[in-house]
């Protein structure tokens, strides 16, 4: 229609671009690394502020 290519052939093309994986790598990209981060750290205040408000005789 538009005379591009079909989404399935942009997007091998754009893979086939990219470095190869390196080894021992766990997040290769940030975004996963800072929803990871941000998963773990609200994780951690829900136990420290469950064990804070065990602590102070509230439940």
Do not use: D, Y
Request: charged share 30%; net charge positive.
């Amino acid at each position: 229609m538009f005379h591009r290519k079909p989404i399935e052939e942009r997007i091998a093309e754009r893979v086939a671009k990219r470095p190869p994986l390196k080894e021992g790598k766990h997040f290769e990209h940030r975004p996963a690394l800072i929803v990871f981060c941000v998963v773990v750290t609200i994780a951690l205040v829900k136990v420290i502020g469950a064990f804070f408000l065990m602590k102070s005789g509230l439940r």
